[in-house]
């Protein structure tokens, strides 16, 4: 179900980011830029997590 | 249902209420979808309301749909096989 949920959010996030007009196909720049952002959310949400333990661990 | 409230539920009750669930996250993904792309296809395609929606501005929806549905497809995958990618690192 959690899976669905973040699709769905990662959908409207990078669609704001990468989309400019909408054509009759999904151009291959649109498509990378989509990929990059899946994969750059990815890496983010990791680097908060551990960045915080991280931080959280000195006080 | 007053066994609900007894002992618990029995085994086909459980299974029914899950179906039940089940179905009720599909609607609600359904719902979800259903919005999210209204609202972005309508900020892509509607930039001056007019009296009605004209022909150019119905086509434009139509394929927004399409590429909004091709970017939830592909969203889908990338995710799908990044989860598998860290799985394996494991």
């Known amino acids: 179900m959690w899976f669905q949920v973040l699709v769905h959010e990662l959908t409207e996030k990078c669609w704001d980011k990468c989309m400019d007009r909408p054509s009759t196909r999904l151009e291959s720049r649109t498509e990378g830029c989509i990929t990059n952002c899946v994969q750059r959310f990815i890496d983010s949400t990791n680097f908060v997590a551990n960045r915080l333990q991280k931080v959280a661990g000195q006080h | ?90």
């Not at chain 2, 002992?7 to 459980?14: A, I, K, T």
């Not at chain 2, 299974?15 to 979800?32: F, Y």
């Open chain 2, 1 to 90: 249902m007053d066994s609900m409230r007894s002992e618990g539920l029995s085994s086909s009750q459980r299974e029914d209420l899950m179906d039940q669930v089940k179905q009720q996250i599909v609607i609600a993904n359904t719902q979800e979808l259903l919005t999210k792309m209204g609202e972005k296809c309508f900020s892509k395609c509607i930039t001056k309301p007019g009296s009605s929606l004209d022909s150019s501005e119905q086509k434009c929806l139509a394929m927004c749909m399409d590429r909004y549905m091709d970017c939830w497809n592909l969203v889908s995958r990338t995710y799908t096989s990044r989860l598998q990618r860290e799985k394996n690192f494991q």
